[in-house]
């Protein structure tokens, strides 16, 4: 910008000269006096306060907050007491002193604000509209002139964890979730032990299975009983409710493929918190991270971590935990089958290896009706799988 404007000057200067008017050369001079005290103005500001720049820091409080939360920010600078606040910098008329933070999650979504200095003696805050765990390589602080002739500026390293983690908030409309894998045991007698032997049945109560009651026996003395060997579904099951953030280039886009996660985030999380209401021992996880259990609001934080990953592209850590004592709930984004990249996802090689005695509980969830397509073709093939049981759900 500044080159133009002195390209501009110049012109106006030759103009003004050639043709003997006035009024351009005043304007040349008008644009080369904004132009000289912008440039000087804005350096005298750098130099003044350099070592100020690198001083300042900058920290967000709480780390985790749900999404569509405001995060606190607390500045802190070296040059000042512990007893004294972030003092006031020094001011030149029509230069801007601003202090810029840059927040990006893995598959780079951004978020983050623009502070005035002056506010820093004072707690800041800023909306976190979407669900992520934020990362930050460096904040910066700039100086420039109102009219955008000249910017300086100072990048200000962070440490390389998360500075604020963001996580969904369960789907209001959450789908509805039959688990049929997991358990507290692996159990290896049949489901239903035929037999008419008296000792081995017992009187039907109201509440039972009406699948166990012994027709035979009701034929024949017109009683209903209910067989004893038909094992009983262990109180506490366990599992681990996954999702799978690979999405397809071929039917996603970069930010529809964000928002996508985002949806299978907030089911996953309405579905967790259903399951650990009704005692279960629920994990969960992410497609190349790491599984995690405990309260309602730590099941939240955890589904605060993934990002969407394209399928088809090599990631080393796109993997799923290897837990063969638990049962499995997995929501995925339909995909393209064929091309290669469903192929080699992680999803095909978890079921690949994983026990069919297990069982796993698979749902494809999207929004929109030009997925139903793929989404059936999912369906339908990795229904033939062993101990896969799929379902598809497209969300209004």
Not at 124 to 153: H, N
Not at 204 to 232: A, M, T
Request: charged letters at 25%; one cysteine or more.
């Amino acid at each position: 910008m500044g080159i133009i404007i002195v390209i501009i000057i110049i012109a106006a200067f030759v103009a003004g000269e050639l043709r003997q008017e006035l009024a351009l050369t005043l304007t040349g001079a008008v644009f080369l006096a904004a132009w000289a005290w912008s440039l000087l103005m804005t350096l005298v500001l750098a130099l003044l306060h350099r070592k100020r720049a690198l001083s300042l820091s900058a920290r967000i409080s709480p780390r985790e907050i749900a999404a569509g939360a405001r995060a606190e920010v607390f500045f802190s600078d070296s040059f000042s007491t512990s007893k004294k606040p972030v003092g006031r910098f020094f001011r030149l008329p029509a230069i801007l002193v601003r202090y810029h933070i840059k927040l990006k999650t893995r598959d780079d979504r951004r978020a983050g604000h623009i502070f005035d200095p002056e506010t820093l003696a004072r707690v800041c805050s800023f909306e976190v509209p979407l669900r992520g765990a934020y990362y930050s390589d460096y904040d910066e602080l700039a100086i420039f002139d109102v009219l955008g002739f000249f910017r300086f500026s100072w990048r200000l390293v962070q440490d390389s964890g998360p500075r604020l983690l963001a996580s969904p908030r369960a789907a209001e409309e959450p789908v509805p979730v039959s688990i049929r894998s997991g358990g507290t045991e692996q159990r290896s007698e049949p489901h239903y032990r035929r037999t008419d032997d008296l000792i081995d049945n017992r009187p039907y109560i109201p509440g039972d299975d009406p699948r166990r009651i012994n027709w035979k026996l009701y034929s024949h003395g017109g009683d209903l009983f209910v067989r004893e060997g038909e094992p009983e579904p262990p109180p506490h099951s366990h599992i681990i409710i996954m999702v799978d953030t690979q999405c397809d280039p071929a039917l996603y886009s970069a930010e529809a493929g964000r928002l996508a996660v985002d949806r299978l985030c907030e089911n996953a999380l309405a579905a967790a918190l259903e399951c650990a209401a009704k005692g279960m021992d629920v994990l969960t996880g992410y497609t190349g991270g790491e599984i995690r259990g405990g309260t309602p609001a730590e099941l939240a934080m955890a589904l605060a971590w993934p990002a969407a990953l394209p399928l088809g592209v090599r990631h080393l850590s796109a993997n799923y935990p290897d837990a063969p004592d638990r049962g499995f709930l997995i929501l995925a984004l339909p995909r393209t089958i064929g091309g290669g990249g469903a192929e080699a996802a992680a999803l095909e090689k978890f079921l690949k290896k994983r026990d069919v005695k297990q069982g796993t509980d698979l749902i494809f969830l999207y929004e929109g009706a030009q997925f139903d397509s793929p989404a059936e073709t999912c369906a339908a093939i990795y229904g033939q799988k062993g101990g896969v049981h799929v379902r598809r759900v497209r969300l209004e």
